[in-house]
C-alpha cells in the first residue's frame, strides 16, 4: 500500500498539468501580497509533460543577494519567511522546491522612500522542476 501510494504520487509529479494548476493555486492565494509572485503557466503550452511558464528579465538568483546590506538581507528574509508560513499554515499548500534557483529578486522603489539608496527587495517565488506542491485541503 505504501509503495502503491508513492508511485501515484510520484505519477502525479510528472504531469505538468498538475504543476500548472498548483501555479493557478500559488497565484491566487497570493494575490493580495504585492512582495511575493509566482509565473504564470501559459496555458496554450501546458501539456501533461510540458509546462512553459512567464519569465521576468529583470529579476536575478537570490544567491545574487548574500553580499548586500544588512537591511535588504532581513527584508528579503521576511518576505521568504512570511511566504513559507502562509503556505504551511493558512494555504495548505507549500512549495516543494524552495531552492536558491527557485527563488528570484527583483528591485522595486516604493513611493514612500523614492531615493534609489532605499529600494526594498521584493521576491519572486518560480516554481520549477518536479518539486510539486504538498499538502492537501482547498488552500
Known sequence: AIVDDFR??????????????????????????????FPYPID?????KVLVESFLTD????????GCDEETKRRLADIGLKAVMKMLLLDNLVHGD?????VMVTKKKYAAAPEAKAQAASSWLHWLGL?????GGDG
Open 8 to 37: 501515484l504520487r510520484m505519477v502525479e509529479q510528472l504531469d505538468l498539468r498538475n504543476e500548472a494548476s498548483h501555479l493557478r493555486r500559488f497565484i491566487k492565494n497570493f494575490e493580495n501580497d504585492s512582495d511575493v509572485e
Open 44 to 48: 496554450e503550452y501546458v501539456h501533461e
Open 59 to 66: 529579476a536575478r538568483p537570490i544567491l545574487e543577494y548574500t
Open 98 to 102: 524552495l531552492h536558491p534557483g527557485n
Open 131 to 135: 518539486g510539486g506542491g504538498g499538502g
